[in-house]
């Protein structure tokens, strides 16, 4: 048995292999993580490089600068990369770095899993985007990719756009299936379920949603697949199948793949709220009851992003009802950052601006999915520019701004230099007032009628659409700040103290260890049984 | 030794990312192979094939690292119960995969084919096909030019015939394999190594059967009774969801094998053999997957 002992003790004291091919076999979790958040940082300037064209096309009415074709195009894979390439990617790298870190484990459950899991996702993006150079070009009838537009009428590109939905549900499920089995078997003794940090619980829920639903789309891709090519009628109302079916089963999955894009921001909002309010955070066992009621309630509300398409009243009501139920364990989240905010002594360092303007701008699009929850009114809504103001400010100030508050709350311990905190804010007010600029606009043209995914519009739509473009061509440059930053940090960073933040003091066990942490951080797991000095 | 401190954290490994190249390959090679499907000079399929090779020779290279690192002792009860939770939640995955299924099956006979028939909330839907009438196993298809239905259907026949219905000796083999498999497992938890190869090859016998059964019905339903993929919803979901079943029982299947080679070779003891034991909770899925799938799709 020494043997072994000895071996294993060999894998765990060597640092990170040189050259490149570490990246190739890497089996850590840090180098892993790093990995998702660098490929999740990329895919954003991809992913909002085609904002930016769609954004120019609309900044005139009339025929711009791309074709409708292309046009189409553009919004599919915009739609696309932020939601499986951007958003779910960089929580997945955060999930990497900071679980085992806040679970006191010595890595990920399953470290070679876990590497294939990140590989397989380029090679999918590669699969996506080398279909712009394919006959007939890219996918281009919306990332929601409706039955008939997605079957019949698709450019034949659309075999390569199945299979690589399929691989990305694949490098989801197995991500999941390794956070997961770290959270239940992993963590350091003494850490019970209800001691773990909010950003794990978070994650477990999330992960559990992810190997619920990403089957579940893989099996409407290939029902798409079987229609397309081998002459089956699931989504052909002439072979007696329904066009509707496609958006149930799409929908089934789509509606828990918001709350993944949502739950691990959560956390990390409560990680951020507590530590520059110096309290700890108000409510956590009710924090962890809302986001399992939010969870499991979203499996139940699907429908009610097809209210217009034809369902029965009981239907409509049943799906309204249930929609503006979430309403209530999202309103408990809310008040608990504020409670924990209040008589706190709170300082403002560019996370804790994200986060701040995470809950106000959160609650924004929360509130217009409430309005759109009624489904009488979403008669009036559905499909219309409300719908993309909505969404973008849950998933924009929400998802996007909680990961770059994550990034600057957790980088000094992940690369032992501080930000520049200076840029820091001013890449905060720049992306605050912009994102703003660019999506707050929506909501009034979509209340008066202007259509999603068209790339012309109506003359009086002409003024807001021009502040919206130019708050978007303000938003993209003010990103550019951020990978600054970033790279500023990494380069010529001033060193950072192992708690970091002042507020940081108790606050979970990855301020325990040094910045940055060590390539192994948990050797042997600390034993929480024993009162804890947090030094 | 103390599970805590010697977790097994492999140091570097090449294998995931030759699986990585080889999906890359067969997204690349199933892709082109489909949309090329019908051309002669078409080398698509080449790719495909290679990717397959490329695939199943890294599983083999990676599963014969993980049963060497096992007998070298180098993983902890902790890490086994890793597999457990990994494997189970696998199978969870795979369970909502077929859900979609059947979430796609009772839609359609539920709502979707009585509204085509004009009944019930939006059988405003009738005017599409006038004249069309619903009925399940839907024989004749709302455009019967265009998906010509079948002239038989697969439902269960009288009881007095039931033995000609072989949905019904398919049953019974799965069935009474996943008995088996179960007492192959407790045969070798009490080291009774030759009762423990008797009923592996047991249990594998009644799986080919099923499999050779299951394609003496595809031919049944191709060749006599026009049931065919393009036979409108009653083929399609009758395929898709007996097929999806049987590439799992097929995958089932070559676990199993390879379990019961291993076995043969003396692989196993009476505490550690996670890689029989996750086979035959796979095996238990396919066969509550079944016992659904008959009552769906062949009995009501």
Known sequence: ?535 | MSSESSYYVPASSRLPIFMALSLLLFVYGAGYTINDLGKEDSYSHWILISSFLMMWGTMFFWFSEVIKENDSGMYSDQLNTSFVHGMSWFIFSEVMFFFAFFLALGYVRIFAVPWLGGEGEKGITNILWPGFEASWPLMETPDNERFPGAHHNMSIPHISKIHTWLPFWNTLCLVTSSGTIALAEAALKKDNRKAFKLWMVVTLTLGYIFVVLQSVEYYEAYAHMGLTLGAGIYGTTFFLMTGFHGFHVCLGAIILTIMTIRGFRGAFSEHDHFGLAAGSWYWHFVDVVWILLVLVVYVF
């Open chain 1, 1 to 535: 048995m020494s043997a072994v002992i000895e071996s294993h003790h060999d894998d765990h004291h060597h640092g990170p292999a040189k050259g490149f091919s570490r990246w190739l076999y890497t089996t850590n979790h840090k180098d892993i993580g790093s990995l998702y958040l660098w490929f999740s940082f990329i895919m954003l300037f991809v992913g909002g490089a085609m904002a930016m064209v769609i954004r120019a096309e609309l900044f005139e009415p009339g025929s711009q600068i791309v074709s409708p074709e292309f046009y189409n195009q553009m919004v599919t894979n915009h739609g696309l990369i932020m939601v499986f390439g951007v958003i779910m990617p960089a929580f997945v790298g955060l999930a990497n770095w900071m679980i085992p870190m806040q679970i006191g484990a010595p890595d990920m459950a399953l470290p070679r899993l876990n590497n294939l899991s990140f590989w397989i996702l380029p090679a999918a993006f590669g699969v996506l985007l080398s279909t712009f150079l394919m006959e007939g070009g890219a996918p281009n009838f919306g990332w929601t990719f409706y039955a008939p537009l997605s079957t019949e009428y698709a450019p034949p590109t659309v075999t390569f756009f199945i299979f690589s939905v399929h691989i990305m549900g694949a490098s989801s499920i197995m991500g999941s299936i390794n956070i997961i089995t770290t959270i239940l078997n992993m963590r350091a003794p003494g850490m019970t379920l209800m001691k773990m940090p909010l950003f794990v619980w978070s994650w477990l829920i999330t992960a559990y949603l992810l190997i619920a639903v990403m089957p579940v789309l893989a099996g409407a891709v290939t029902m798409m697949l079987m229609d397309i090519h081998f002459g089956t009628s699931f989504f052909n109302a002439a072979g007696g199948g329904d066009p509707v079916l496609f958006q149930h089963v799409f929908w089934f999955f789509g509606h828990p793949e918001v709350y993944i894009m949502i739950l691990p921001a959560f956390g990390i909002i409560s990680h951020i709220i507590e530590t520059f309010s110096r309290k700890p955070i108000f409510g956590y066992s009710s924090m962890v009851y809302a986001i399992a009621s939010i969870a499991l309630l979203s499996f139940v509300v699907w429908a009610h992003h097809m209210f217009t398409v034809g369902m029965p009243i009981a239907g409509e009501l049943f799906f309204m009802y249930s929609t503006m139920l979430i309403a209530i364990p999202t309103g408990v989240k809310v008040f608990n950052w504020l409670s924990t905010m209040f008589r706190g002594s709170l300082t403002f360092e560019t996370p804790m601006l994200f986060a701040i303007a995470f809950v106000a701008l959160f609650t924004i699009g929360g509130l217009s999915g409430l309005m759109l929850a009624i489904a009488p009114a979403d008669f009036q809504y559905h499909d219309t520019y409300f719908v993309v103001a909505h969404f973008h400010y849950v998933l924009v100030p929400g998802a996007l701004f909680s990961i770059v508050a994550a990034v600057y709350y957790w980088l000094p311990k992940w690369t032992g230099y501080m930000y520049d905190e200076v840029l820091g804010k001013t890449h905060f007010w720049l992306s605050f007032i912009s994102v703003n600029l660019t999506f707050f606009p929506m909501h009034f043209v979509g209340l008066a009628g202007m259509p999603r995914r068209i790339p012309d519009y109506a003359m009086q739509f002409a003024d807001y659409n021009m502040i919206v473009s130019v708050g978007a061509f303000l938003f993209g440059l003010s990103q550019l700040l951020f990978l600054f930053n970033v790279l500023k940090c990494v380069y010529y960073g001033k060193s950072a103290t192992a708690e970091v933040w002042e507020g940081a003091k108790g606050k979970g066990l990855e301020w325990t260890v040094d910045s940055p942490a060590p390539y192994h951080t948990f050797e042997t797991s600390p034993d929480l049984t024993k009162p804890q000095t947090n030094s």
